[in-house]
C-alpha cells in the first residue's frame, strides 16, 4: 500500500483543499463548468472508459431503498443510481463538487439528497442504509480503516457496499511508480494527490474483513491517458488484460 504524502502524513484539510480545486472528471471536457455541453461530454465519455462501470449500473439497475454515495463528485454516477431504483443520499468533501453535482441533478431532472460530508465520521445513523457505493474515493482519505468502519455502521444487517480502490498489481501503478508520474490529473509533476492509497487483493480483503461476505476483482486495464494506444484493442482482450492487471479493484462487500 503506498503511504500518503507528504511527511507528515496529510489531513483531511489538504485532501479537501487538493480535491476542491481538482473538480473530479473534468479532464474529460474542455465546455464551461455546469453547462449542458459539459455534464453530456463528461458523462458519455466517462461511461465509454469505465465499461465495468456500466456493467456494475446494469446489475444494479431495478433495485429499491436508500443508497449512500460515499464521495459523489460532481454526481455523475448519482444520477445514475437514482435511475436504477435507489433513493440515493449522496456525500462530498467539497462544497466545489456539491454545487456541480446539484446542477447536475437538476438538469437531468433526478431527485438526490446532496450534502457535504466525510468519510471517516458519516453524519448518519447506524444501520441508516440498504446499499453503498463508492467508487475509486476511501483510498483519498487519510484514515481508510475508520472509512471502511464507517461504510459497515450505516449499512443495514444484509446491505452492500460496491467499492472501488485503486490495485497496487496493476499496470497504471507500475507506470506512475517507474516514471514518478503524480496521480488525479496533475497540473505537472509537482501536483501530488495528498493521500494516495494502493491494494493488493489480500489487503483489500483484509480492509473489509468485518464484512460477512467480500468479494474482489481487478477490471480496467488502461486509464484516459492511455488513449491513444488503447483503441484498437478489442474487448475481450480488454476484460482479460482488466482481470490480470487492471487498476481498479471492484469490491463487493455485504455486512
Known sequence: MIEPGPDPPATLDAVRAFWGSHINNEYYTGAPRATAAYFDEIERRRYRWHAHLRELLDELRGRSGRLLEVGC??????????????????????????????????RRAVSIDFRVGNAESLEFPDASFDALY?????????????????????????GTAHVMLYHARSLVHLVHWLLRLPYESPRDRKDQCPVVYTFTRKEARALFSGFSDVEIRADYPFTYGFRRVVFWIPRPA????????????MIRAAR
Open 73 to 106: 463528485g460532481i454526481g455523475v454516477d448519482s444520477v445514475h443510481l437514482a435511475r436504477c431504483g435507489f433513493d440515493v443520499t449522496a456525500i462530498d468533501l467539497t462544497e466545489e463538487a456539491i454545487e456541480v453535482a446539484r446542477a447536475f441533478a437538476r
Open 134 to 158: 463508492s467508487f475509486g474515493v476511501l483510498h483519498h482519505t487519510p484514515d481508510i480503516e475508520r472509512a471502511v468502519g464507517e461504510v459497515r455502521r450505516v449499512l443495514r444487517p444484509g
Open 238 to 249: 480488454m476484460r482479460l488484460l482488466g482481470r490480470r492487471i487492471g487498476w481498479h479493484l
